[in-house]
Each structure stands twice: as structure tokens, then as C-alpha cells.
């Protein structure tokens, strides 16, 4: 006997596999796959507001940057928080435990900038251009640029150094740096906290601002 199936299923298949087509693209090769990141960055404002409204880590965490960078970091509070999200201060004890870890969550953040462009650099960076301490100054570099976009939140960066993964890395690489130069354990640190003190330095003071265009 023949069996027919049923039509609806029929649909529903289809619905299935365009939808899958449409999330992964005619194919997984690199090439999809950096394709669909681009048009995922090119989401129309309506639909980039509409997803940032969901409430979750990476989204409180946007929030309290936004109104560190516009108000400072006295403002950044769970009832302000709570309130551009439209619900109760309690809400986001589900994603921090308090405004400390918030503040470090900031923080965090820009090591983790930090060390991204830092490590992008030194892949860049060739033995002719090098003058013996290009890594240094392409770590004053990557911090300056993570900083300069949020000079309130620059000054909670030193006391997450050792405190995240990022800013391990960025240390060790710095200190290991400095040894191979000749500078023993306590003259690294102490070079290693000045890179940092005055990064930040130039940040909060706004050194770094944008100079006019000439005429």
C-alpha cells in the first residue's frame, strides 16, 4: 500500500529547513560564517535596541558602561539600572552579586579589550620595525585605546590586574618582557606599575583628546 503524508507536515518541513538555511547559510565554511557576522553587525538600530533589551550579564553590563561614560561611576546604581530595563533592583542580583562586582565587571572588560588588541599587535609587529621595545609601548598603546573611550571607568583598571584573567595575561607578558631586558623581578613590577598608572593617567586627565583640525 502507498502512504501518504500528511500535507501540514509537508509545510513544516520546508518552514524547518528554510529557517535552518537562513541561520547557517547555504553552507558552514568560513566564508558563511564571516558573512553572516557581517550582516548580523549591519542589524537595523530598531532591531540591535530590541535585542539589547534583553535582560542578561552582557546587557547590564552595556547599561552601567553607558551611564558611567555619561554620568560617571557614582551614578551607576541597580535601581538606575533597573529602571531602563523595567524591572524591580532585585532582578539584577540574578547576574551580580552586588555594584562591586558590576564596577569589576567594567573593568574586566577593558583588560579583556586591552589584551585583544594587544595580542593583534605583537602578531603584527616585525623584528625591522622593532626598535628592542616595541612590545612596551604597544601595551601602553592597547591600554590608552581600551581607556580612552570610558575615562570613569579607567580608574577601576589597576585594581583588576591580577584579579582577571586578561589582565594576568598582560602582566606576565610585560613582566616576562622587561626580564628578557635585564631588569630584575621588583624593577619589572615596578616599571609594569608605572605603564599602567600612567596609561591611566593620560586617560582620566583627557591628554589624549582629540586635537582640532587645523584650518
Known sequence: PIELSDPRNARTTRDDKREAHCIAGPS???????AAGRHLRR????????TKSKLDHEAVTDAASRLADEEGLDSVSFR??????????MALFWHFEDKEALLAALADRLWLQAADTLS???????SSEDDGWGQLRLTLIALV???????????LVPTRVLDCEAGREVT???LGFLA???FDPRQASDLGRFVLS????????????KAPTPD
Open 172 to 174: 606576565e607578558l610585560t
Open 28 to 34: 558552514s565554511n568560513p566564508t558563511t560564517i564571516r
Open 145 to 155: 585605546d581600551a581607556m580612552r573611550p570610558h575615562p570613569a571607568i579607567a580608574e
Open 120 to 126: 593583534s599587535s605583537l602578531e603584527q609587529l616585525s
Open 80 to 89: 538606575r539600572l533597573a529602571d531602563q530595563f523595567a524591572v524591580t533592583p
Open 43 to 50: 542589524m537595523s538600530p530598531k532591531t540591535t535596541r530590541k
Open 198 to 209: 600612567s596609561a591611566v593617567m593620560l586617560v582620566s586627565a583627557g591628554v589624549l583628546a
Open 180 to 182: 628578557r631586558h635585564g
